[in-house]
């Protein structure tokens, strides 16, 4: 069975960090292009950064640009995302998917995406 796992999460301050990973279960990810999303509570789900297969490409959304660094290892066939200089607006479950369509598409577009992960809450707060 195809499955992702996210871990990770928890609760920081302002201005702290936290990394993230998404870890394939049954299968390789080596081939594949995976996103990080989130949803805040009341909110849509949002595309947050997307690593092509090779890891040469990446994306991120301007919210969080220059602060979070999405990587892989494939050899761990594991996909990461740090996160630095949190802040309160953060908050939110994380997920990870693998881009199974999208040509011509945003990198964010979710309906791009399969295997969704269970989440992971991420909470900035003092």
């Known amino acids: 069975q195809l499955q992702l796992v996210e871990s990770g999460g928890g609760l920081v301050q302002p201005g702290g960090s936290l990394r993230l990973s998404c870890a394939a279960s049954g299968f390789t990810l080596d081939y594949d292009a995976i996103g990080w999303f989130r949803q805040a509570p009341g909110k849509e789900r949002e595309g947050v950064s997307y690593?092509?297969?090779?890891?040469?490409?990446?994306n991120y959304a301007d919210s969080v640009k220059g602060r979070f660094t999405i990587s892989r290892d494939n050899a761990k066939n594991t996909v990461y995302l740090q996160m630095n200089s949190l802040k309160p607006e953060d908050t939110a479950v994380y997920y990870c998917a693998i881009r199974t369509h999208g040509y011509g598409t945003s990198w964010s577009y979710i309906k791009d995406y399969d295997y969704w992960g269970q989440g992971t809450q991420v909470t900035v707060s003092s």
């Open positions: 690593i092509s297969s090779t890891g040469g490409g990446t």
